[in-house]
Nanobody, 120 residues
Framework: QVQLVESGGGLVQPGGSLRLSCAAS????????MGWYRQTPGKQRELVAS???????AYADSVKGRFTISRDNAKNTVYLQMNSLKPEDTAVYYC??????????????WGQGTQVTVSS
């Protein structure tokens, strides 16, 4: 059993900062891809930032220079530091990871989502 649990969302004023965390737990042998996505009502889920299996990062153009993705391999945790937040960053943020279990199966896992609201 593998679980991804996000935390750190909330309400923040424009220009403010938040740090999201996503901790993976369970029978984990290895994590390759890890990423953050976001979704607003009526729209498709979109990639915000990600780590590839080789460790390279990618960002959506709308967040470049403001958001930073990082990871702590020892804790199986990925973070998203969000600075200079804008109202258009308001969304439910989801963590995603490709995880190989000790049983040898590779799966695509999602967290439950955490709400980020940017408003004055």
């Amino acid at each position: 059993q593998v679980q991804l649990v996000e935390s750190g969302g909330g309400l923040v004023q424009p220009g403010g900062s938040l740090r999201l965390s996503c901790a993976a737990s369970g029978s984990i042998f290895s994590l390759s891809y890890m990423g953050w996505y976001r979704q607003t009502p009526g729209k498709q889920r979109e990639l915000v930032a990600s780590f590839s299996g080789g460790g390279s990062t990618a960002y959506a153009d709308s967040v470049k220079g403001r958001f930073t993705i990082s990871r702590d391999n020892a804790k199986n945790t990925v973070y998203l530091q969000m600075n200079s937040l804008k109202p258009e960053d308001t969304a439910v943020y989801y963590c995603n990871s490709h995880i190989t279990t000790w049983g040898g199966s590779l799966g695509n896992y999602w967290g439950q989502g955490t709400q980020v609201t940017v408003s004055s």
